[in-house]
């Protein structure tokens, strides 16, 4: 039970499966991207189709519409009107038929209207847009030639008498732009004018109905004085004054029907500057509302633009701390790798010193097995003296004070040894110390090298959430910019609508002007 179906602005690509809205009277398909007229042949009842801003090439498939009264198919390609030859016949109730903003180059397409009976408004140019053949000085008359009951075109009334255009009447300034308070009347002196001209007209007119009266009223004296005594000469004088009278009253009103001509002669100059007047100020409205309506959109344009930078400002201030923080983060990790490598420094020379160390030991190890071999041999020799005293105590007297020497010399030995052990000894604690310190300076270096690998590690996790955290604020920042070009085209779409909401106001006030002049 559908009757009305308005889809503008969907992006719809094709006119298929409508076929079950049989009951549909209203359908609007206005600013998407159909290419072919289609899918209407079950839609019997339609009364108003509406596929104004299509891609539309031709016109086909309206054959089974016999209801249909207003076509819109203004803003699309179409370059013939062949196809209007479906909708000829008295079958068809055609009344309204929109092709502004097409490609009709050639007035001989509109030779296709001859057999729409009903249509009445044709519209192939308007808002300043139209088609190549209006610009050709012949297409007005070539249109009302063409089109058999037109009474308006381009949203202006035909007068049927002298097959020119009659301007609105100046209501029409408060119905077509209702949004607007600036004025579309005359000047001052044109209004003076037109009133002066008025008054000539009714004059004329009143000296021409009373010349008819006059006539008339000879012709009946005339007739009842030929029924009364046709061979009278009283008659007969009466009869050549009266047709001198007649004669007279004919001249006078010949004379008249001149000066009305001639005042209708002006009344058309003067309608025709009236006619020039009015467009200029009707331009200067709809350029009015159009500076209005697109200074409101800018108004609105700026808003969001403005949102859309704050939004803008607010995620660079948050880019901005994110890069702030990576950058601590690269010092911080830049400063661990100076302390790493200061530590890997400090465990080479520790390396170092340990080799020394164990280098010093080495050498003192070979001293200490020299004074050993040296304290040995001394032992021999002291064992073969003792040998020697055994076997020469005969000798002994004599050989005392070598004695004597010698344990001199065994005493200072003695002395000697027990200072080189006491050395070797303090060495070996100094080796051991030194030894437990490098590894507990090594433990230590391998601590620090650990946390250090955790801390990179961590800094490295914390890097890869900055990054996927940027990588996020870039796709809002691009879905932020898609968000606006898709706004931008919907104010776009919104601005042709309006100006369609205008363009069909203003064929409402003049349809409104028509029957309030009808």
């Known amino acids: ?67 249909l009264r207003r076509l819109v198919l203004a803003f699309n390609r179409i370059s013939t009107l062949e196809g209007m030859r ?37 519209v192939f140019q308007a808002l300043n847009k139209g088609n190549p053949f209006c610009s050709n000085p012949r297409y007005k008359a070539a249109v009302y030639d063409s089109v058999p009951a037109i009474e308006t075109l381009d949203n202006q009334p035909v007068s049927r008498d002298t097959t020119s255009f009659l301007p609105p009447a100046p209501e029409s300034r408060h119905t077509r732009a209702p949004t607007v308070s600036f004025s579309s009347a005359p000047s001052a002196g044109t209004d003076d004018r037109l009133q002066r001209q008025k008054d000539v007209n009714k004059e004329l007119r009143r000296q021409l109905t009373a010349a008819q009266d006059k006539c008339r009223e000879l012709m009946q004296q005339m007739n009842s004085s030929s029924q009364r005594d046709q061979g009278s000469k009283e008659t007969f ?135 050993q071999a040296r304290v040995s041999e001394f032992i021999k020799q002291n064992t073969e003296l003792m040998s020697e005293n055994k076997k020469l105590r005969n000798d002994m007297e004599i050989m005392r004070s070598e004695m004597e020497h010698c344990r001199k010399r065994e005493k200072e030995s003695s002395s000697s040894l027990q200072q080189l052990q006491e050395t070797l000894a303090k060495v070996h604690s100094q080796h051991l110390d030194a030894a437990t310190e490098a590894t507990s300076r090594f433990q230590e270096c391998m601590l620090k090298l650990q946390k250090a690998e955790t801390r990179i590690e961590e800094l490295l996790h914390e890097e890869a959430k900055s990054k996927q955290e940027a990588e996020s604020l870039r796709n809002r920042l691009k879905d932020s910019e898609i968000n606006f070009e898709k706004s931008h085209i919907e104010v776009e779409e919104e601005f042709k609508r309006e100006l369609y909401k205008l363009s069909e106001q203003q064929k409402l006030a003049v349809e409104r002007l028509k029957t309030e002049h009808a």
């Open 1 to 67: 039970n559908l009757r009305t179906l308005n889809l503008p602005s969907n992006r719809l690509r094709s006119m298929t499966g409508l076929g079950s809205l049989t009951n549909l009277i209203e359908l609007n398909l206005s600013s998407n991207e159909i290419e072919k007229m289609e899918g209407l042949t079950r839609l019997t009842r339609l009364q108003t189709l509406d596929l104004s801003s299509n891609k539309i090439k031709s016109i086909d498939g309206i054959s089974s519409l016999l209801q």
């Open 237 to 371: 004088d009466n009869l050549e004054t009266l047709e001198e009278t007649r004669h007279a009253a004919v001249r006078e009103r010949d004379e008249t029907v001149e000066l009305l001509e001639q005042q209708r002669e002006k009344n058309r100059k003067l309608r025709k500057e009236l006619h020039m007047t009015q467009d200029k100020c009707r331009d200067l409205t709809d350029e009015l509302v159009k500076l209005r309506v697109t200074s409101l959109k800018q108004r609105n344009l700026e808003i969001r633009m403005d949102e859309t930078q704050e939004a803008v400002a607010e995620w660079k201030q948050k880019c901005h701390a994110q890069s702030k923080e990576l950058e601590d983060e690269r010092e911080r990790r830049k400063s661990a790798k100076r302390e790493l490598e200061a530590m890997q420094k400090r465990y080479e020379d520790l390396s170092d010193e340990l080799e020394k160390a164990q280098a010093a030991k080495s050498k003192k190890d070979k001293g200490l097995d020299d004074m």
């Open 86 to 122: 479906q909708v000829h016949g008295d079958a068809y109730q055609l009344e309204y038929l929109d092709l502004n903003g097409n490609k009709l180059s050639s007035l001989q397409e509109l030779k296709h209207l001859g057999g729409c009976i009903h249509l009445k408004e044709v």
